[in-house]
Nanobody, 123 residues
Framework: QVQLVESEGGLVQAGGSLTLSCAAS????????MGWFRQPPGKEREFVAA???????LYADSVKGRFTISRENVKNTVHLQVASLKVDDTADYYC?????????????????WGQGTQVTVSS
């Protein structure tokens, strides 16, 4: 059974930073592209970043230069370092995994999802 478990988010002041982690189990981690998505209050879920087994990354324009995705294949873990946070970054953040090696932004491409973790940015 595949499980993706995100670390706890939290309340952060604007301009601050935070690292989210996602621990995967029940799958051969190195075969999967890992992604982060987020769902702001009252809005649709949207792509944030993705990374494949070799470290190729893809970012949403809204987070480029502020967020960094990385993975530790030995630990079956993917991280999302978020910096220079804005109030608009407030959302539930979700970890996702897909079998195909190419990072993509499409929600439907991802096979497995975590339960999500809440990040609130205060002004």
């Amino acid at each position: 059974q595949v499980q993706l478990v995100e670390s706890e988010g939290g309340l952060v002041q604007a301009g601050g930073s935070l690292t989210l982690s996602c621990a995967a189990s029940g799958l051969t981690f190195r075969w999967y592209t890992m992604g982060w998505f987020r769902q702001p209050p009252g809005k649709e879920r949207e792509f944030v970043a993705a990374i494949n087994w070799s470290g190729s990354t893809l970012y949403a324009d809204s987070v480029k230069g502020r967020f960094t995705i990385s993975r530790e294949n030995v630990k079956n873990t993917v991280h999302l370092q978020v910096a220079s946070l804005k109030v608009d970054d407030t959302a539930d953040y979700y970890c996702a995994a897909k079998r195909v090696a190419t990072p993509t932004m499409t929600i439907e491409d991802y096979d497995y999802w975590g339960q999500g973790t809440q990040v609130t940015v205060s002004s």
